[in-house]
Protein backbone atom coordinates (compact mmCIF):
# COMPACT_ATOMS: atom_id res chain seq x y z
CA UNK A 1 0.00 0.00 0.00
CA UNK A 2 2.96 2.44 0.87
CA UNK A 3 4.22 1.59 -2.51
CA UNK A 4 1.19 2.55 -4.45
CA UNK A 5 0.93 5.89 -2.60
CA UNK A 6 4.80 6.84 -3.23
CA UNK A 7 4.16 6.38 -7.21
CA UNK A 8 0.68 7.96 -6.91
CA UNK A 9 2.81 10.76 -5.31
CA UNK A 10 5.28 10.63 -7.96
CA UNK A 11 2.75 10.51 -10.80
CA UNK A 12 0.75 13.35 -9.20
CA UNK A 13 3.93 15.26 -9.00
CA UNK A 14 5.26 15.12 -12.48
CA UNK A 15 1.95 16.03 -13.50
CA UNK A 16 1.60 18.90 -11.39
CA UNK A 17 5.03 20.05 -12.69
CA UNK A 18 3.90 19.62 -16.34
CA UNK A 19 1.09 21.63 -15.47
CA UNK A 20 3.23 24.52 -13.83
CA UNK A 21 5.09 24.60 -16.90
CA UNK A 22 2.12 25.13 -19.30
CA UNK A 23 0.95 27.77 -17.26
CA UNK A 24 4.41 29.43 -17.25
CA UNK A 25 4.28 32.75 -19.23
CA UNK A 26 5.67 33.11 -22.48
CA UNK A 27 8.66 35.06 -23.51
CA UNK A 28 6.97 37.40 -25.72
CA UNK A 29 9.74 39.93 -28.34
CA UNK A 30 8.93 43.50 -28.19
CA UNK A 31 9.48 46.41 -30.76
CA UNK A 32 11.17 49.28 -29.03
CA UNK A 33 8.90 51.37 -31.98
CA UNK A 34 5.81 49.90 -32.67
CA UNK A 35 4.76 50.09 -36.61
CA UNK A 36 1.38 52.23 -37.19
CA UNK A 37 -0.93 49.99 -38.98
CA UNK A 38 -2.71 53.13 -40.49
CA UNK A 39 0.62 54.31 -42.00
CA UNK A 40 0.95 53.19 -46.26
CA UNK A 41 4.67 54.73 -47.08
CA UNK A 42 4.26 53.10 -50.58
CA UNK A 43 1.24 54.48 -51.40
CA UNK A 44 2.34 58.36 -49.91
CA UNK A 45 5.69 57.57 -51.66
CA UNK A 46 4.06 56.99 -54.82
CA UNK A 47 1.64 60.07 -55.25
CA UNK A 48 4.99 62.51 -53.83
CA UNK A 49 6.56 61.40 -56.80
CA UNK A 50 3.25 61.90 -59.01
CA UNK A 51 2.64 65.28 -57.24
CA UNK A 52 6.80 66.07 -58.43
CA UNK A 53 5.96 65.82 -61.91
CA UNK A 54 3.12 67.88 -61.83
CA UNK A 55 5.07 70.75 -59.96
CA UNK A 56 7.67 70.55 -62.46
CA UNK A 57 4.64 70.88 -65.07
CA UNK A 58 2.72 73.70 -63.36
CA UNK A 59 -0.31 71.82 -62.74
CA UNK A 60 -0.22 73.51 -59.05
CA UNK A 61 -3.68 72.13 -58.14
CA UNK A 62 -3.65 68.80 -59.04
CA UNK A 63 -0.21 68.29 -57.52
CA UNK A 64 -1.92 69.47 -54.14
CA UNK A 65 -4.05 67.09 -54.43
CA UNK A 66 -1.65 64.06 -54.90
CA UNK A 67 0.52 65.63 -52.03
CA UNK A 68 -2.77 65.51 -49.53
CA UNK A 69 -3.37 62.01 -51.17
CA UNK A 70 0.29 61.14 -49.73
CA UNK A 71 -0.51 62.50 -46.39
CA UNK A 72 -3.42 60.62 -45.74
CA UNK A 73 -2.07 57.22 -46.67
CA UNK A 74 0.91 58.64 -44.43
CA UNK A 75 1.09 61.81 -42.26
CA UNK A 76 4.33 61.10 -41.63
CA UNK A 77 6.41 61.14 -45.13
CA UNK A 78 8.48 64.48 -44.61
CA UNK A 79 8.87 64.66 -48.28
CA UNK A 80 5.09 65.33 -48.95
CA UNK A 81 5.34 68.35 -46.37
CA UNK A 82 8.03 69.91 -47.68
CA UNK A 83 6.39 69.97 -51.21
CA UNK A 84 3.59 70.84 -50.60
CA UNK A 85 4.53 73.54 -49.24
CA UNK A 86 6.47 74.55 -52.40
CA UNK A 87 3.19 74.38 -54.02
CA UNK A 88 2.06 77.21 -51.40
CA UNK A 89 5.32 78.88 -51.81
CA UNK A 90 4.64 79.22 -55.57
CA UNK A 91 1.24 80.40 -54.68
CA UNK A 92 2.59 83.14 -52.42
CA UNK A 93 0.98 81.53 -49.87
CA UNK A 94 3.41 81.85 -47.21
CA UNK A 95 1.69 81.30 -44.07
CA UNK A 96 0.41 77.73 -45.41
CA UNK A 97 4.02 77.17 -47.02
CA UNK A 98 5.84 78.16 -43.60
CA UNK A 99 3.46 75.68 -41.89
CA UNK A 100 4.26 72.83 -43.92
CA UNK A 101 8.11 73.14 -43.85
CA UNK A 102 8.82 73.85 -40.77
CA UNK A 103 6.71 70.06 -40.22
CA UNK A 104 8.96 68.33 -42.81
CA UNK A 105 11.94 69.95 -40.94
CA UNK A 106 10.47 68.58 -37.24
CA UNK A 107 9.77 65.18 -39.44
CA UNK A 108 13.37 65.45 -41.11
CA UNK A 109 16.03 66.30 -38.72
CA UNK A 110 18.90 66.01 -40.90
CA UNK A 111 17.95 67.20 -44.33
CA UNK A 112 18.56 70.98 -45.19
CA UNK A 113 15.76 71.10 -47.75
CA UNK A 114 13.03 72.31 -45.64
CA UNK A 115 14.90 74.59 -43.24
CA UNK A 116 16.54 76.33 -46.40
CA UNK A 117 13.11 77.04 -47.66
CA UNK A 118 11.62 77.93 -44.60
CA UNK A 119 14.48 80.77 -44.45
CA UNK A 120 13.05 81.76 -48.17
CA UNK A 121 9.78 81.73 -47.28
CA UNK A 122 10.57 84.21 -44.29
CA UNK A 123 13.35 86.25 -46.39
CA UNK A 124 10.17 86.64 -49.17
CA UNK A 125 8.12 88.64 -46.48
CA UNK A 126 10.90 90.49 -44.89
CA UNK A 127 11.70 88.89 -41.69
CA UNK A 128 15.43 88.52 -42.41
CA UNK A 129 16.56 87.54 -38.60
CA UNK A 130 14.34 84.59 -39.24
CA UNK A 131 15.13 83.82 -42.24
CA UNK A 132 19.04 84.04 -41.34
CA UNK A 133 18.40 81.77 -38.59
CA UNK A 134 16.69 79.06 -40.65
CA UNK A 135 19.17 79.35 -43.28
CA UNK A 136 21.83 78.69 -40.82
CA UNK A 137 20.10 75.67 -39.54
CA UNK A 138 20.49 74.18 -43.10
CA UNK A 139 24.18 74.87 -43.62
CA UNK A 140 25.01 73.46 -40.55
CA UNK A 141 23.53 70.36 -41.76
CA UNK A 142 25.21 70.68 -45.45
CA UNK A 143 28.57 73.23 -44.70
CA UNK A 144 30.29 72.52 -47.74
CA UNK A 145 26.79 73.03 -50.02
CA UNK A 146 27.17 76.16 -52.70
CA UNK A 147 23.55 76.59 -53.05
CA UNK A 148 23.22 76.97 -48.99
CA UNK A 149 26.45 78.77 -48.80
CA UNK A 150 24.36 81.40 -51.71
CA UNK A 151 21.57 81.84 -49.57
CA UNK A 152 23.00 83.06 -46.68
CA UNK A 153 25.70 85.38 -48.58
CA UNK A 154 22.67 87.12 -50.74
CA UNK A 155 20.66 87.71 -47.49
CA UNK A 156 24.03 88.92 -45.45
CA UNK A 157 25.01 90.82 -48.60
CA UNK A 158 21.23 92.45 -49.48
CA UNK A 159 21.17 93.78 -45.32
CA UNK A 160 24.37 95.35 -46.02
CA UNK A 161 26.61 93.29 -43.78
CA UNK A 162 30.12 93.32 -44.61
CA UNK A 163 31.91 91.30 -41.62
CA UNK A 164 34.13 89.13 -41.35
CA UNK A 165 31.39 86.43 -41.76
CA UNK A 166 29.67 87.20 -45.01
CA UNK A 167 33.40 87.40 -46.70
CA UNK A 168 34.18 84.45 -45.82
CA UNK A 169 30.41 82.93 -47.14
CA UNK A 170 31.58 85.08 -50.30
CA UNK A 171 34.68 83.57 -50.67
CA UNK A 172 33.62 79.97 -50.27
CA UNK A 173 30.64 80.68 -52.30
CA UNK A 174 32.96 82.08 -55.46
CA UNK A 175 35.31 79.04 -54.21
CA UNK A 176 32.39 75.87 -54.44
CA UNK A 177 30.47 77.42 -56.63
CA UNK A 178 29.75 76.00 -60.57
CA UNK A 179 26.86 78.29 -60.93
CA UNK A 180 28.80 80.98 -63.45
CA UNK A 181 26.23 83.86 -62.27
CA UNK A 182 26.90 82.91 -58.50
CA UNK A 183 30.43 82.58 -58.44
CA UNK A 184 30.78 85.97 -60.94
CA UNK A 185 28.20 87.61 -58.33
CA UNK A 186 30.28 86.50 -55.16
CA UNK A 187 33.92 87.35 -56.43
CA UNK A 188 32.28 91.16 -57.59
CA UNK A 189 30.91 91.25 -54.11
CA UNK A 190 34.01 90.37 -52.45
CA UNK A 191 35.73 92.90 -54.86
CA UNK A 192 33.14 95.68 -53.12
CA UNK A 193 33.48 94.73 -49.80
CA UNK A 194 35.37 97.96 -48.46
CA UNK A 195 32.54 100.13 -49.83
CA UNK A 196 29.39 98.26 -48.83
CA UNK A 197 27.26 100.86 -47.12
CA UNK A 198 23.78 100.68 -48.10
CA UNK A 199 21.51 97.80 -48.61
CA UNK A 200 21.00 99.21 -52.46
CA UNK A 201 24.49 98.72 -52.95
CA UNK A 202 25.05 95.55 -51.67
CA UNK A 203 21.62 94.26 -53.63
CA UNK A 204 23.40 95.46 -57.02
CA UNK A 205 23.37 92.91 -59.83
CA UNK A 206 22.60 89.66 -57.26
CA UNK A 207 21.77 86.52 -59.07
CA UNK A 208 18.01 85.83 -58.93
CA UNK A 209 17.07 83.82 -55.81
CA UNK A 210 17.14 79.99 -56.45
CA UNK A 211 13.35 78.83 -55.65
CA UNK A 212 12.50 76.65 -53.06
CA UNK A 213 13.46 72.29 -53.01
CA UNK A 214 11.11 69.45 -53.79
CA UNK A 215 12.11 66.23 -52.07
CA UNK A 216 11.12 62.68 -53.79
CA UNK A 217 12.83 60.74 -50.78
CA UNK A 218 14.57 61.89 -47.87
CA UNK A 219 18.29 61.84 -48.14
CA UNK A 220 20.10 58.86 -47.20
CA UNK A 221 21.33 59.81 -43.86
CA UNK A 222 22.65 56.49 -42.12
CA UNK A 223 22.04 58.16 -38.29
CA UNK A 224 18.17 59.25 -39.61
CA UNK A 225 15.94 58.09 -36.75
CA UNK A 226 12.48 56.77 -37.99
CA UNK A 227 9.07 57.20 -36.36
CA UNK A 228 9.28 61.22 -35.17
CA UNK A 229 6.09 62.87 -33.97
CA UNK A 230 6.68 66.16 -35.13
CA UNK A 231 5.23 69.25 -32.51
CA UNK A 232 2.67 71.24 -34.54
CA UNK A 233 3.54 74.95 -34.67
CA UNK A 234 0.95 77.58 -33.35
CA UNK A 235 -1.42 78.05 -35.83
CA UNK A 236 -1.60 82.20 -35.20
CA UNK A 237 0.57 83.91 -37.72
CA UNK A 238 3.93 82.73 -38.59
CA UNK A 239 5.33 79.74 -37.07
CA UNK A 240 7.68 80.65 -34.54
CA UNK A 241 11.27 80.10 -35.56
CA UNK A 242 12.97 77.10 -33.60
Known sequence: MHTHTVAFALVLAAACAAGCRSQAPRSVEYQTLAQDPNRDTETARRE???ALALIEQGQL???EKALKAALAADLFFGPAHNNLAV???KREQYYLAAWEFQYAAKLMPYSPEPRANLGMVYEAVGRTAEAESW???A???QPDNPQLIGNLARLRVRAGRSDAKTYQLLENLALKDTRPDWARWARDRLALMPRLET???AESGAPPGVGPSALSDPSPYPQRPS???PTVPR????????
Open 87 to 89: VYQ
Open 227 to 229: GHS
Open 61 to 63: EEA
Open 135 to 137: FDK
Open 235 to 242: QSGMPDCQ
Open 48 to 50: NGR
Open 199 to 201: PAQ
Open 139 to 141: LTL
